[in-house]
């Protein structure tokens, strides 16, 4: 954090998010209370190009932390990781360890019989503090997040899967390259990104292309997953929930049903995994200030409190802890960068770029000499260094920005050589991949460093 340290066990006020946040939705003449998460491009000096002894973009991206409301990733302050341990250790996992803020994660949530874990996809703290006082999400809000970075679904679901950063895990963002495939996967789907081909089909098995075993099967307490019908059956929900039980929904009254009745009859301790994605596919499509977005964060508080309600008889002491793997940031009419597959910049990569879409992979090809390397660095900072900086793998890892940890032979590889980062509301994209269409009508994204993506609340009722 920059500046005067907080105590992390306080919400952030409202409006305190990203400089120069806060502006119109629709009409730009209405002036409206709720912030939109993106907009305009930052102008600090980090972003600043061309001037006599222009800074290196290591120095571009220290400075855009310090003065331009990005969030350096930190391991000083509540992390996402820290509820990731805590919930291995509140289940009797063998090897699960706490310590500094996860010990005070584990402390908050308590010894209890029945553990629930919703992850509520795309539920930044910035949706929670608009809520009412007297909202459930409000009232048991217990302390902010920092997200894991990239803060993008693939990689926050993997660690809460594995227990171990993206550093080990090697799931560094939604379109992932994998040495042994060539070529780039989509790993949640767990299929070849070019033509959605499942993985399985071509060959490879869920615990060769996620290396660290995942830990519900490792828990003391009996573990199911509550999943949305589409998924409860996918191949990465299968590794995730080994031999516990996939108990799919159709509706979330219908998810709170399965919950309530599988602790009802459950003979011992139990942990139940509850993800819903409806906050993120709304917020996606529709932007952050649509009220639609809203009313389903609404629901969503009006869910948890039926269910906390409906837990409160059946003894055991259950405990609702409630987290997301990110929140969002809008996207400006003008901040969607295109790459065409016949782009030049292509021309010296092994594959297309992978990660997201405010953090982007690039794998130079392996014949790739120190010339090649220095004409993509500077063919990549002339046309896109306004909006990105790029950075090498060396230079992520010294910056300790996906962990504290070193990077795993496996996660290096599927890095590549350079990965760039957005430092704004821009993204970037490769053309050709499937969902082209979607993309381009979507109004918010994120894996970015504002913090309206980086903050993720803690919630525990």
């Given at each position: ?119 509520a996809d795309g539920l930044g703290l910035h949706f929670v503090e608009e809520l009412p006082p007297d909202a459930w999400l409000r009232r048991h809000l217990a302390m902010p997040l920092q997200a894991a970075f990239p ?311």
């Amino acid at each position: 954090m920059v500046g005067r340290p907080r105590d992390p066990r306080l919400p952030l006020p409202l409006g305190s998010f990203v400089k120069g946040a806060y502006t119109a939705c629709g009409d730009p003449g209405l002036l409206i209370q709720r912030p939109c998460y993106f907009r305009g491009r930052s102008t600090g000096p980090a972003h600043r190009l061309g001037s006599e002894r222009p800074m290196d973009d290591v120095q571009r991206l220290l400075t855009a932390f310090e003065d331009d409301g990005l969030v350096r990733p930190s391991f000083a302050e509540p992390h996402f990781m820290d509820l990731v341990h805590a919930v291995g250790a509140l289940t009797r996992v063998p090897d699960a360890r706490v310590e500094g803020h996860a010990a005070t994660v584990a402390h908050e949530v308590g010894e209890t019989e029945h553990l629930v874990v919703v992850l509520a996809d795309g539920l930044g703290l910035h949706f929670v503090e608009e809520l009412p006082p007297d909202a459930w999400l409000r009232r048991h809000l217990a302390m902010p997040l920092q997200a894991a970075f990239p803060p993008t679904t693939a990689v926050a679901i993997t660690s809460l899967a594995t227990g171990t950063w993206v550093t080990e895990h090697a799931a560094p963002g939604w379109w992932t390259y994998l040495p042994a495939l060539g070529e780039a996967s989509v790993i949640l789907p767990f299929q070849r990104l070019k033509d959605e081909s499942p993985l399985e089909a071509l060959g490879f098995d869920p615990a060769e292309a996620l290396p660290p075993l995942p830990i519900m099967p490792r828990m003391a307490y009996d573990a199911a997953s509550v999943l949305p019908a589409a998924i409860a059956e996918s191949t990465y929900s299968r590794w995730m929930s080994g031999a516990g039980a996939r108990l799919p929904y159709a509706t979330a009254e219908q998810a709170l049903d399965r919950i309530v009745e599988r602790i009802q009859d459950a003979p011992g301790p139990t942990y139940t995994y509850w993800y819903t994605s409806r906050v993120d596919r709304l917020a996606h499509d529709l932007g952050t200030c649509d009220a639609r977005v809203h009313r389903a964060v609404e629901e969503l508080d009006g869910l948890l409190d039926q269910l906390q309600t409906r837990l409160a008889p059946l003894g055991g002491r259950p405990r609702i802890v409630v987290t997301a793997d990110h929140g969002h940031r809008e996207v400006p009419a003008d901040g969607r960068v295109l790459l065409q597959a016949d782009d030049p910049i292509l021309g010296y990569l092994r594959c297309h770029p992978t990660g997201d879409v405010r953090v982007l992979y690039f794998h130079l090809r392996p014949d790739a000499g120190r010339a090649d390397h220095a004409a993509f660095r500077d063919a990549f900072r002339e046309r896109f260094g306004e909006g990105f900086v790029l950075l090498s793998t060396d230079e992520v890892q010294r910056l300790r920005l996906m962990g504290p940890d070193t990077f795993s032979a496996e996660t290096r590889r599927r890095l590549g050589d350079y990965t760039a980062i957005s430092l704004g509301a821009e993204v970037m994209r490769y053309a050709a991949a499937p969902g082209l269409d979607r993309f381009m009508r979507q109004r918010s994204q994120h894996s970015g460093l504002s913090e309206a993506e980086m903050r993720v609340p803690l919630v525990v009722g």
